[in-house]
């Protein structure tokens, strides 16, 4: 009796097994199957990266997906308000057709807000602006006595105002005069240096060289030439004869 039991416990085992790997093949082959038929079934999610909302609609639309517009807009320095800055699930992914895709508009670039630049010094005012994110939109400039020399003297948008880009007037100081230059060739040095200094302007007698039939002390050659626009602040350069 115990000889007759093993062969067709043997044979019920062999049987078990069989089955049990029909069904996880089966089962394998199933699941291929199904994945198969829903990606036949899937189209790729495009790329909505700074269209409008109406043109990823129509995109989506033509897909067979859905939008939702997010209502929370954010910044973004480089998309235009609103346009699509992110988007969810993101570009390249499958999608059955009926899936919505989340999309997030930008608001347009970070506005910070506008410091006080009046009555600072020009560079100064410059500097304030980078170091906040700031741009210097234009900058228009006169001159004026009645202000400090390369100051700022109006801004727009004013003080505490929320915008990317700020409008700078800046006093240039008062008008620069200068003079024409006149011709000093074959005049006494020493003469034309005190009369030029007498009138406010830097006169430096820088060398002598010898000049045939020319007494000594005599200019025979300056800087700047006759005829050009000098101001008390430039350097007048004169040689003498010896």
């Known amino acids: 009796m115990r000889m007759s039991i093993?062969?067709?416990?043997?044979?019920?085992?062999?049987?078990?097994?069989?089955v049990g790997a029909l069904g996880a093949t089966f089962l394998v082959f199933f699941f291929i199957a199904?994945?198969?038929?829903?990606?036949?079934?899937?189209?790729?999610?495009?790329?909505?990266?700074?269209?409008?909302?109406?043109?990823a609609t129509?995109?989506?639309g033509g897909l067979g997906l859905e939008l939702r517009d997010d209502p929370n807009r954010r910044p973004h320095d480089e998309i235009p308000a609103g346009h699509v800055m992110q988007q969810?699930?993101?570009?390249?992914?499958?999608?059955?057709?009926?899936?919505?895709?989340?999309?997030?508009?930008?608001?347009?670039?970070?506005?910070?807000q506008v410091p006080e630049l009046v009555a600072q010094p020009d560079r100064t005012a410059r500097m304030r602006l980078e170091q906040q994110g700031l741009e210097v939109a234009t900058v228009s400039e006169f001159r004026s006595p009645e202000y400090?020399?390369?100051?700022?003297?109006a801004q727009q948008p004013p003080p505490g105002s929320?915008?990317?880009?700020?409008?700078?007037?800046?006093?240039?100081?008062?008008?620069r005069t200068t003079y024409v230059m006149p011709d000093v060739i074959g005049m006494p040095g020493d003469r034309v240096e005190s009369v030029l200094r007498s009138h406010g302007f830097r006169v430096t007698i820088v060398g002598s060289l010898p000049y045939a039939g020319v007494p000594p002390g005599?200019?025979?050659r300056q800087q700047p030439a006759a005829g050009f626009q000098v101001g008390s602040a430039d350097a007048i350069s004169l040689e003498v004869s010896r």
């Open 58 to 60: 129509r995109i989506l």
């Open 6 to 18: 093993g062969p067709r416990v043997w044979r019920a085992g062999k049987a078990l097994l069989l």
């Open 34 to 55: 199904m994945r198969v038929a829903m990606s036949a079934d899937q189209v790729q999610v495009p790329d909505l990266g700074g269209s409008t909302i109406a043109d």
């Open 88 to 112: 969810d699930p993101p570009a390249g992914v499958g999608a059955r057709p009926g899936r919505t895709i989340r999309v997030w508009l930008s608001s347009g670039p970070r506005a910070m």
């Open 218 to 220: 005599v200019v025979v």
């Open 148 to 153: 400090p020399s390369d100051s700022i003297v």
């Open 162 to 175: 929320n915008a990317p880009h700020v409008t700078l007037l800046v006093n240039r100081g008062e008008p």
